[in-house]
């Protein structure tokens, strides 16, 4: 901003020659690190590329030396094969089920608790509570496999769809960015509030949790991301392949003793289009570093 | 879940003083009401879990029949087994290597992103974060497309210079390089939206002083954007190291730990013992060795940046 060097008044004739001098310093420094920057972002973008292209070639093509980078023969016949082979709707509305239900308790639960953390610090066990969860995130459940599979059994959970669910709702990262915007909000609100008779679920449900919007919003979408793309939790969870989550099934097909390349693909290009159709909708909710920045806590 | 809100209400009890607090007391339930869930679930799902892990680590228990106590049995198992130890150490070397990389070349992206002097800002940025929208099974793919042996891109780009095949799949450190690339194209994006924020929050004062004093680039890099961002570089090195530490999925749909047992990671060797071979006593102490070797990165980075700060 300031940088748009000095103000007219105060730049004596030698501005012109010097300004111009800065001009070719600042092109010298623009061209070499745009290269370099665009350099990395092809280096980032090719195996995406690459991926993608390749789930259009006839599988003829996909071994066929030397490689082109387009297809000769765009088809679709991997996606065709991938969904006649496989009940890739059924693992698809399985994984949407399991997000989005676990989305919107997260959502909640996490709003709940955020500001239960921000607004009552004054009391001791809220403090506790927090360093409780700011834990989890150290030692996250991942590393204690077997034993939250057997807590699981016995909850009666396994092979459920409520054992896909339940676990993954608390999450701390969920937690924090809620803390921390609600700490921002000044506690005159809720005095105001208290004053004119509402009660505190009151305050919070009709008064905070619609402030919260921006915050609902970028949690929900990554929470969604979380559940789409999660592993571990479905592994241990899931047995029967009629419950089978799209990354499970992915994994039965690369884990085949010959993986069929066509068909792999495009069932991995087939797995990740709802998630671009939802970065493409709500990006402004990913990527605004305001919000991510309270992840900092 | 009123049953279990007596108890945390009376244990915070010692200023229930008539007069001075009542307008507080009328407020315990509402915290209570409203955190309840994830104090539920925190205990359901984290601290009995850790509980019957540390519990079962001392016993023989199969997941199914009763647990015999055999001390610390499992324990001496597990030091004197060479493949634990071989996940040990492939682990740590992973953490090793990735978590330096992913941090230079976030925080280097993240740098670039908000200069001044780089065009295309924002499109780049779409390229950088897209990684982060692909599960680690089809990063895993992704990965494996490229860089198969006899039919990847990488090899072929290889012998068209006219070297010899690369052996990708099949040497162990090859292998873990593939893993460390991969780890650090998907790892990127997060982090690097974390170093945007605090990148754009350093003031541009400091920057102009330092310019008019004649500091080149590289020195307001090392003295200015370093020690403002040290903060967040501390959170995004100790998320590294943890994330590295419990790498799993990827490597499950990029080489299954391969070749052979090589490069099997703790997570995916306690998963195998835990599950595949029913050993839960066993498979409950590593989970406890590497809850305390996250438990003393954790420390440790927290006591390194504790002196930094002092």
């Known amino acids: 901003m300031s940088t748009t060097t000095a103000n007219p008044e105060t730049a004596a004739p030698a501005a012109p020659r010097r300004r111009k001098a800065r001009k070719i310093r600042e092109v010298g420094t623009a061209v070499p690190l745009t290269a370099f920057m665009w350099l990395l972002a092809a280096m980032y973008a090719f195996p995406v590329l690459w991926f993608l292209l390749s789930a259009f070639k006839p599988g003829s093509e996909l071994f066929q030396y030397p490689l082109t980078f387009l297809p000769e023969n765009p088809t679709i016949g991997g996606f065709e094969k991938a969904w006649g082979r496989y009940d890739f709707l059924l693992y698809f509305s399985n994984t949407l089920a399991v997000a989005l239900t ?30 409780c969860l700011l834990a989890t995130t ?22 459920s769809f409520a054992g896909l669910v339940v676990p993954s709702i608390m999450t701390a990262t969920g937690v924090f960015m809620f803390r921390q915007f609600f ?5 005159d609100i809720i005095e105001a509030a208290r004053i004119d008779g509402a009660r505190e679920t009151g305050i919070f449900f009709r008064i905070m949790l619609p402030m919260s919007r921006p915050i609902i919003m970028t949690l929900a979408i990554f929470s969604f991301q979380w559940r789409w793309n999660d592993y571990i939790w479905p592994l241990i969870v899931v047995g029967d392949e009629r419950k089978f989550t799209l990354q499970i099934a992915l994994r039965s097909i690369v884990g085949a003793e010959n993986i069929d390349w066509p068909l792999l693909l495009a069932a991995s ?3 990740i289009l709802p998630l671009v159709l939802i970065f493409i909708v709500f990006q402004k909710y990913v990527m605004n570093e305001d919000i991510n920045a309270g992840l900092k806590d | 879940m009123t049953a279990t809100a007596i108890d945390p209400e009376r244990l915070a009890g010692p200023r229930k003083r008539p007069g001075k607090a009542p307008r507080r007391v009328q407020y315990r339930l509402a915290p209570l009401v409203l955190a309840g869930v994830n104090i539920v679930l925190f205990g359901v799902f984290f601290v009995w879990p850790g509980g019957l892990g540390l519990a079962y680590s001392f016993t023989d228990y199969t997941g199914i029949g009763t647990a015999n106590f055999i001390g610390l049995e499992n324990y001496e198992r597990l030091f004197g087994d060479p493949t634990f130890y071989t996940a040990l150490t492939r682990t740590l070397l992973f953490a090793v ?18 200069s001044n002097y780089v065009k295309g800002k924002s499109a780049a940025k779409l390229v950088f974060f897209f990684p982060w929208l692909i599960s680690p099974i089809v990063a895993g793919v992704i990965w494996r497309w490229m860089f198969g042996e ?7 780009v290889v012998t068209r210079l006219g070297a010899d095949p690369l052996a990708w799949q099949t040497d162990p450190d090859l292998a873990l390089m593939v893993v460390v690339m991969a780890a650090t194209w998907g790892g990127t994006a997060f982090n690097m939206l974390i170093f945007i924020a605090a990148l754009k929050n350093v003031p541009r004062a400091y920057y102009e002083a330092a310019e008019i004093d004649g500091a080149n680039a590289w020195q307001r890099f090392r003295h200015i954007t370093l020690p403002s961002i040290a903060p967040t570089s501390f959170l995004v090195i100790l998320l590294s190291s943890l994330g590295a530490m419990k790498e799993f999925a990827m490597v499950q749909s990029l080489n299954s730990g391969g070749p052979g047992t090589s490069n099997t ?28 070797i996250l438990l003393s990165i954790a420390m440790l980075q927290m006591w390194v940046n504790r002196r930094r700060a002092a």
């Open chain 1, 102 to 131: 676990t989305t919107l308790l997260t959502v909640m639960a996490s709003a709940m608790c955020g500001y239960a953390l921000a607004k009552y610090r004054d009391q001791r066990w809220i403090r506790i509570f927090f360093i």
């Open chain 1, 138 to 159: 150290m030692l996250p459940t991942e590393v204690i496999l077997s034993p939250t599979f057997l807590v699981i059994r016995d909850l009666g959970m396994y092979d």
């Open chain 1, 183 to 187: 700490i921002s909000i000044p506690d």
């Open chain 1, 269 to 271: 290009v087939m797995s």
């Open chain 2, 97 to 114: 290597i990735s978590v330096p990389l992913m941090y230079v070349m976030s925080l280097s992206i993240a740098s670039l992103l908000v």
């Open chain 2, 150 to 156: 006899s039919f990847g891109f990488v090899n072929y």
């Open chain 2, 265 to 292: 990671f703790l997570i995916q060797y306690i998963y195998e013992t835990g599950f595949k071979r029913a050993d839960v006593g066993y498979a409950s102490a590593v989970s406890m060795i590497l809850l305390v």
